[in-house]
């Protein structure tokens, strides 16, 4: 796949990355797709999108020389590393999914981040739960999207930039500033029920 991508496009950015199958301590299937257990819809990537919500799992991950080139020195900021590498690719260059599973993710209740099932009763009780953390959540991602921004927004295309500045100045809104803006830009992470959790909680 990143032959593929680079024989295409021999100068630009590229991150590679599949899914994978969960499985439990002793290697029992849990869900043949990672991406299906976490409700991640990989055709609904966009910029806006990613600046919300991470859809690359960094162990399935591969970078080219361009992109490593490009990001430098991850900064000790950013919310996740996987998430960052993600975000300056679709920055600047291409990022190709691979939809099937490449490895075992392996869950075996010490995970430092662990794969729970994003939908249904359990979800939203997780969350009602762990308010205090989601809304830290959020906090991160508009600090990773400002760092983003301090470091290549000169480099950006106008509609780009426009992107993250919006993105950027969330913090500083109202409640009601914060659902235009993000109906406007499609701040929107990748189910309905994580819309509405945006609704109330970002």
Same mark, same amino acid.
């Given at each position: 796949a990143m032959q593929k991508a680079e024989q295409n496009n021999p100068d630009t950015p590229i991150l590679v990355h599949s899914d994978l199958r969960v499985v439990d301590e002793n290697l029992d299937t849990v869900c043949e797709s990672f991406f299906d257990f976490q409700q991640i819809f990989q055709n609904k990537v966009t910029l806006p999108r990613l600046l919300v919500q991470n859809y690359v799992t960094g162990c399935t991950m591969m970078i080219n020389r361009k992109l490593k080139t490009l990001c430098g020195s !991850? /900064?000790?900021?950013?919310a996740m590393h996987d998430?960052?590498? *993600?975000l300056v690719c679709s920055l600047f260059g291409e990022i190709v999914c !691979?939809?099937?599973? %490449?490895?075992?993710y392996r869950q075996h209740g010490g995970n430092q981040v662990g794969a729970k099932a994003a939908k +249904?009763? +359990?979800?939203i009780k997780r969350k009602l739960a762990t308010i205090n953390r989601v809304r830290e959540n959020y906090n991160a991602t508009y600090?990773?999207? =400002?760092?983003?921004?301090? $470091?290549? +927004?000169?480099?950006?295309? %106008? @509609?780009? $930039?426009?992107? #993250?500045? *919006?993105?950027?100045?969330? /913090?500083? =809104? %109202?409640?009601?500033?914060? !659902?235009? #803006? #993000?109906?406007?830009?499609?701040?929107r =992470? @990748? %189910?309905r029920l994580r819309v509405f959790g945006q609704y109330f909680l970002m």
């Amino acid at each position: 796949a990143m032959q593929k991508a680079e024989q295409n496009n021999p100068d630009t950015p590229i991150l590679v990355h599949s899914d994978l199958r969960v499985v439990d301590e002793n290697l029992d299937t849990v869900c043949e797709s990672f991406f299906d257990f976490q409700q991640i819809f990989q055709n609904k990537v966009t910029l806006p999108r990613l600046l919300v919500q991470n859809y690359v799992t960094g162990c399935t991950m591969m970078i080219n020389r361009k992109l490593k080139t490009l990001c430098g020195s !991850i /900064p000790e900021e950013c919310a996740m590393h996987d998430w960052w590498l *993600a975000l300056v690719c679709s920055l600047f260059g291409e990022i190709v999914c !691979i939809d099937e599973p %490449t490895m075992l993710y392996r869950q075996h209740g010490g995970n430092q981040v662990g794969a729970k099932a994003a939908k +249904g009763v +359990g979800f939203i009780k997780r969350k009602l739960a762990t308010i205090n953390r989601v809304r830290e959540n959020y906090n991160a991602t508009y600090i990773q999207a =400002k760092i983003l921004y301090e $470091r290549y +927004g000169e480099r950006l295309s %106008t @509609g780009k $930039r426009e992107i #993250l500045e *919006a993105y950027c100045s969330m /913090p500083q =809104k %109202t409640k009601l500033q914060k !659902i235009r #803006l #993000l109906r406007k830009y499609d701040f929107r =992470k @990748g %189910t309905r029920l994580r819309v509405f959790g945006q609704y109330f909680l970002m």
